[in-house]
C-alpha cells in the first residue's frame, strides 16, 4: 500500500482541478464531468455503544476522498486511483467476482448497491479518484470512498437519492461486497455532518441532531498512536456477547429490555448485583456511555466545552477499566494529554487496542503541546506520534 497518507499536513488532498486533469487524460474530455467528495470522520464521544441501539457523537474531518466522474451510455464502469496509480473495470451487467484492486471493491460494491436498489436501471460511469484521509487507521477513509462514489452515482443518474439512504448504501455495501459488517456511524457522519458542528445519532432509530461546534480558541487534534489495531476483532466478538448477556440477565428484572440502550443509570445501579464480575464492568461502560454522549450533547447546546472535555476523559477511563479495550500506547496518551493545561479533554477513538485518539485542546499554546506530546510519547513507547489538526468540517458534497 503507499504510503504517502502517512503524514497528513505534508500532503494536500489533489484538488478537483488535478483529479479532473487526471480524469481526462485517462478517459478523454467532454460530456457533463462532475466532482463529489466526502470527508472521514472521527468519533468525540460513545464509544462501543453503537451496536447496543445507542448514541454517537461523530464529526467529519477535513481530510477525505474526491471523485470526479461521467455517465457511459453501457454498463461498463472504469475507475484510476491517483494515489494507487492503477486501473480497474467491471461490467454491472456481469456478476461480481471481487477480482479489482481492494480500493475499487468499495466502488464496485456501492454501484452494485445502487443498481440493486433502482432495479438495475444504473449507467456505467468513468470516474478518477484520490483521498488525504489517511487508510487504516479508524479514520474511515473507506467511508469517505463509498459515500463520495455514492454521492456521484446519484448526481450522475439523476436519482435524488436521499442522504441517509446513500449512507445505508455505502454501509451495504461494505458489508455485501468488502465482508466488513460495519455498523452505520461512519457513512452517516461523512454523509450527514456539517460544518461547525459534531452530529449527534440514535443509532437504533437512526434520528440525528446537529450540535453547534464552532471552535474559534480550540482545535480537534487526532493523535494517531501508530500502533495497529491487530487484536480488536475477536475482542470485538468477546464484547460483544458480554453485551448480550448482561441483556439476558437484565432483562429478567426489566422485561421489555432489548438492548443495554434500555437500561438508566439508575435501573444498572439497582439491578447490576445480578451480573458476574466481568459482564458487570462491560454492561456499565455501555451504560455510563450512553449518558456521557446525551451529557456531551447538551454540554455543546451549552458551548461548554470545559464540561465536554471532561466527558471525553472520563469516556477514556470507563474504556480503559471498565471495557479494557485500550493499549498502553493510548493510556500513555491520554496521561500526557491529562496532564496537558492546554488539552481541554482526550479519549481513545475507535474500537481500540490501538489506532487513534481524539483531543479537544486550546489553540494558545498548541504547538508547545504538540512537540511535547510527540517528545513525551515518543520517550514512553519508541514510536513516533501522527497528530492530524481539524475541526468539525461538512459532509460529502458535489463540488462541480
Ligand atoms: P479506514 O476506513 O479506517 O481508513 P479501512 O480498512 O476500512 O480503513 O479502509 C481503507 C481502505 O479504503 C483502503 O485500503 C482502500 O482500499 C480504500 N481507500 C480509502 N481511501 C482511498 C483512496 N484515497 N484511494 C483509494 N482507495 C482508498
Ligand atoms: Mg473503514
Known amino acids: ?26 478517459f478523454g474530455g467532454g460530456g457533463a464531468i462532475i466532482a463529489a467528495k466526502a470527508p472521514g470522520r472521527v468519533n468525540l464521544i460513545g464509544e462501543h455503544t453503537d451496536y447496543n441501539d445507542g448514541f454517537v457523537l461523530p464529526m467529519a474531518i477535513s481530510h477525505g476522498v474526491t471523485i470526479v466522474g461521467r455517465l457511459r451510455e453501457d454498463r461498463k464502469v472504469r475507475l484510476r486511483s491517483l494515489d494507487y496509480g492503477e486501473s480497474a473495470e467491471f461490467n454491472l451487467d456481469e456478476r461480481y467476482d471481487a477480482s479489482g484492486p481492494r480500493w475499487s471493491q468499495y466502488v464496485e460494491g456501492v454501484a452494485r448497491t445502487f443498481d440493486e436498489e433502482y432495479d438495475g436501471e ?53 458489508h455485501n461486497y468488502l465482508g466488513v459488517k460495519c455498523g452505520i456511524m461512519d457513512q452517516f457522519a461523512s454523509c450527514l455532518c456539517r460544518e461547525d458542528h459534531a452530529l449527534f445519532l440514535d443509532c437504533r432509530s437512526l434520528e440525528h441532531k446537529h450540535a453547534p461546534m464552532k471552535l474559534r480558541d480550540e482545535v480537534a487534534l487526532i493523535l494517531d498512536s501508530g500502533k495497529s489495531r491487530g487484536l480488536a476483532d475477536s475482542k470485538y466478538n468477546e464484547r460483544r456477547a458480554a453485551c448480550e448477556e448482561g441483556v439476558r440477565i437484565l432483562s429478567g428484572a426489566l422485561p421489555g429490555i432489548r438492548a443495554l440502550r434500555d437500561v438508566s443509570e439508575t ?84 474500537a481500540g487496542f490501538g489506532g487513534c485518539a481524539v483531543a479537544l485542546a486550546r489553540r494558545d499554546g498548541l504547538e508547545d503541546l504538540k ?15 501522527k497528530i492530524y489538526e481539524t475541526s468539525p468540517a461538512r459532509g460529502a458534497a458535489i463540488v462541480d
Do not use: W
Open 1 to 26: 500500500m503507499l504510503k504517502r497518507h502517512d503524514v497528513i499536513g505534508e500532503f494536500k488532498l489533489a484538488t478537483v482541478a488535478e483529479t479532473r486533469d487526471v480524469f481526462e487524460g485517462v
Open 122 to 174: 444504473i449507467r456505467g460511469l468513468e470516474a478518477a479518484l484520490t483521498g488525504d484521509a489517511p487508510q487504516g487507521s479508524g479514520l474511515s477513509s473507506s467511508a469517505a470512498l463509498e459515500v463520495a462514489a455514492g454521492l456521484l452515482i446519484d448526481q450522475l443518474n439523476g436519482l435524488g437519492t436521499g442522504r441517509v439512504e446513500i449512507a445505508l448504501f455505502g454501509q451495504k455495501a461494505e
Open 267 to 350: 435501573q444498572f445501579e439497582e439491578f447490576s448485583r445480578l451480573l458476574p464480575d466481568v459482564v458487570k464492568k462491560r454492561c456499565r461502560h455501555v451504560v455510563t456511555e450512553n449518558q456521557r454522549t446525551l451529557d456531551s450533547m447538551q454540554a455543546l447546546l451549552k458551548g461548554d466545552m470545559e464540561r465536554f472535555g471532561a466527558l471525553m476523559f472520563a469516556s477514556h477511563d470507563s474504556l480503559r477499566f471498565d471495557y479494557e479495550v485500550s493499549c498502553d500506547e493510548l493510556d500513555v496518551l491520554n496521561e500526557l494529554a491529562e496532564e496537558s493545561p492546554a488539552v481541554i479533554g482526550e479519549r481513545m477513538t475507535g
Open 371 to 385: 512537540a511535547y506530546l510527540s517528545e513525551e510519547y515518543f520517550k514512553k513507547t519508541g514510536r513516533r506520534l
